[in-house]
């Protein structure tokens, strides 16, 4: 334990001068602007502590070779080099015990970190299984830096070549796990990404315990430890003697130990999910529905040697998941990795498959080039196939691969009646998209109005009926109320003004609809269009040079309620454009539940006041209220869903939720689980609730100052603290010694 002297002497050094206070200063600085000006936490930040973990990744790149820059050669510099030698303390209890005191004071640092992620916490829930996993990662990721930094200064005499160098060294084991790797000739490419230090604390800071991330960090360290240790016992040992042919024989062994340790664990699977939901886990529902498939399933993952980087953690992610396929439901599926780079046979059984080509940008030393390859999995299920085209990273790749074997194989799926006469949307026309998408999961029938009566199949369970804007016979409106009143289940999708689509103010009431369709068991579709001034999409306009993001309040994202209810997993928002808000009441043997509300910053307009313009000028209100735009109500055997929007399934607006930040997943989630819901089987709602969605962080100006606060204010002011309490502490001990 005599390395613990070393690291209290390292500690008081560092806390006696002004570089411990200084480098505190830059790294809360530095991780400050980063995370709220760089990545615009508080405009485009989302509802969990990654940025926050990734902005702190990027400042230790530069924070950490400052610490171990003067280790050894500031020791040699001053003169103090010799002596540090001739105590009785063993060379690596001297390295071991640097290496603590960095690693102490970078974890004080982390510490100060826990006020920002609390306040986050209060502010929306947190994965705290996976801010701990993020913790560990950051540790883990500025330990590895540490040992690197601390080899370095064994060969300077000074501490800036040895920052330097440094710092040069940690970039390049950093870049590996970004799109930097492109740079990388292809026959190099795994091996350098293996190597990358961001690459696995990616993985970790997911919140997965993986084996190869782990004992990658264990052998980085054991290695640079070796070097280190190296280093300087070679400046001290006579190059003639046996110890030093010994040294260089230990050194060989160990570096040799610590690659092995690396490179022999990447092909062990073995991991620990830490998040809340399991979402990097094989669910429960994928177990159930493939474990009823009658014959075994062979899914073959193809891929390339020569894939871009951004693919790189996404080829690791899909080969883990599909592993998990093979070992959790053995004789059920048959899982294959295939390179396609390998031989012509094999790209040719790929495209035959069905599976697209890929163009890839591949650089070598003296050239760049562009490629084709193949990215994606073929799911064969007796003679007939499916194929995932993948190409870039997809959070829902469980869910498409166990519906498309649930569909291959035949299993039941659910019959869901769509009205199609006298409504505003139709399967054929504004939601084919939804149809496509999600067409074979469901059985979809089209129910027509026929000479003015409806009649609804026996079997039918779930009506889906997308906006009435057409007057119905009250025979039809009685048949849909005794659908209901009998056990049956309806999704209601009602607009009630129609936008002006030329700009002025104002908008069209619809003359007829079903609004007041549940009315009497407490749900009522308003006459009015809901806006949100906090919650909100935003949307870009020209400004005569550029375009300019700006806020627009008719889009409105609101968040669900209650975390737990089984309609809304996996879709904690909604996103909306010109929805109506809904009015909530009471009915005697009915149960309500809103299931989507808006801010306390929200409001309505109605068919005179209504201007939806993007520029127009939004101010708060003394009536702004939180609205509910989504509710479900149950009675009995019957279940209902209301949503104060039908454009919110339509091709258009889907469409356009595909590039802010896949928010159609949302909808689909929403969609699916409702439908489930109502149908009273829901087989599909946990592998939907695992789709991990990009929620945006929209703190208020409170929460904003306590953010600030918490993330510089009062990181900077312990710091300031502790040194001003430490010199005064310092000072009067040194005064009494010199009264004594």
């Not at 102490?104 to 994965?127: A, K, M, Y």
């Not at 696995?200 to 054991?222: E, P």
């Not at 993948?390 to 498309?404: G, M």
């Not at 939601?431 to 999600?438: G, L, M, N, P, W």
């Amino acid at each position: 334990m005599k390395f613990l002297s070393i690291a209290k002497k390292e500690i008081k050094s560092f806390l006696n001068t002004p570089t411990f206070y200084v480098v505190a200063g830059v790294f809360f600085l530095v991780t400050f602007l980063i995370l709220f000006f760089a990545f615009q936490y508080l405009k485009f930040g989302t509802a969990d502590t990654t940025q926050l973990f990734n902005a702190m990744a990027i400042t230790m790149t530069f924070i950490v070779p400052t610490l171990t820059m003067g280790a050894f050669a500031r020791e040699k510099g001053t003169g103090t080099y010799e002596y540090l030698l001739t105590i009785p303390v063993k060379v690596r209890d001297i390295i071991l015990g640097k290496f603590t005191a960095y690693l102490g004071l970078i974890s004080v640092l982390l510490l100060l970190t826990i006020p920002f992620v609390l306040s986050v916490g209060l502010i929306v829930p947190l994965d705290l299984g996976q801010v701990f996993a993020q913790y560990v990662g950051i540790v883990l990721f500025a330990s590895a830096l540490l040992s690197l930094g601390i080899w370095v200064s064994t060969f300077f005499n000074s501490e800036i070549p040895s920052f330097l160098i440094t710092l040069i060294l940690s970039l390049l084991l950093i870049l590996g796990g970004t799109d930097w790797l492109n740079i990388i000739p292809t026959f190099a490419r795994d091996t350098f990404q293996n190597l990358s230090i961001l690459f696995h604390y990616q993985s970790l800071s997911n919140g997965v315990f993986d084996i190869k991330d782990l004992s990658f960090f264990a052998g980085f360290i054991l290695i640079f430890f070796v070097l280190a240790h190296w280093g300087i016992k070679s400046e001290i040992l006579s190059k003639k003697s046996e110890m030093f042919k010994k040294l260089y024989v230990n050194l060989a062994l160990t570096i040799v130990l610590g690659f092995g340790i690396i490179f022999l664990f990447q092909n062990v699977y073995f991991r620990i999910d830490l998040t809340s939901d399991k979402r990097y886990s094989l669910s429960e529902a994928t177990k159930n529905i493939v474990s009823q498939v009658p014959e075994e399933v062979s899914i073959k993952f193809y891929t390339s040697g020569n894939l871009p980087g951004e693919l790189q953690s996404t080829q690791k992610s899909i080969n883990d998941l599909l592993t998990d396929y093979a070992r959790f439901l053995p004789g059920k599926i048959d899982y294959e990795r295939i390179n396609t780079s390998s031989s012509e046979d094999s790209r040719n059984e790929a495209s035959d498959a069905g599976l697209q080509e890929i163009l890839f940008q591949i650089n070598s030393e003296d050239s760049s080039q562009s490629v084709v390859g193949y990215f994606g999995i073929v799911i064969d299920y007796k003679g007939t196939k499916e194929v995932i085209n993948i190409t870039s990273a997809s959070n829902d790749l469980e869910f498409q691969i166990t519906t498309k074997i649930k569909a291959l194989a035949g299993l039941n799926k659910l019959k869901i009646g769509v009205l199609a006469t006298g409504t505003k949307h139709t399967l054929d026309s504004t939601y084919t998209i939804v149809r496509s998408e999600i067409g074979k999961l469901f059985d979809f029938e089209q129910i027509k109005i026929e000479d003015g009566s409806l009649t609804l199949p026996e079997d039918l369970k779930v009506l889906l009926i997308p906006s009435v804007n057409q007057q119905l016979d009250d025979s039809v409106v009685n048949e849909i109320k005794a659908f209901f009143e009998r056990g049956g289940s309806i999704m209601l999708l009602q607009d009630t003004l129609e936008i002006s689509e030329t700009g002025d103010v104002g908008g069209t009431e619809t003359e007829f609809t079903l609004a007041k369709l549940f009315s009497e068991y407490g749900i009522e579709v308003n006459n009015e269009v809901a806006y949100d001034l906090l919650q909100n999409n935003v949307v870009s306009i020209n400004n005569g040079l550029f375009q300019v993001p700006i806020d627009y309040p008719f889009w409105i994202l609101p968040t669900r309620p209650d975390s737990n209810n089984e309609i809304t997993q996996g879709a904690p928002s909604l996103p909306i454009l010109w929805s109506n808000s809904l009015t909530i009441g009471t009915a005697e043997g009915v149960t309500v539940t809103p299931l989507y509300v808006t801010s306390t910053q929200s409001n309505t307009e109605n068919k005179d006041t209504l201007d939806v313009s993007v520029q127009r000028m939004f101010s708060e209100r003394e009536n702004d209220k939180s609205l509910t735009i989504a509710a479900s109500l149950e009675k009995g055997e019957s279940r209902a869903i209301v949503v104060g929007d039908s454009d919110v399934f339509s091709d258009d607006i889907i469409t356009s939720l595909v590039q802010r930040d896949s928010q159609d997943q949302l909808v689909f989630t929403f969609l699916i689980n409702s439908l489930e819901w109502l149908s009273k089987e829901q087989s599909l709602t946990e592998l939907r609730s695992k789709i991990r969605q990009v929620v945006r962080f929209t703190p208020d100006e409170a929460q904003i100052s306590t953010l600030f606060i918490a993330a510089f204010g009062l990181p900077i002011a312990s710091v300031i603290v502790f040194g001003s309490a430490r010199n005064y502490l310092r000072k009067r001990r040194k005064d009494k010694v010199y009264e004594g």
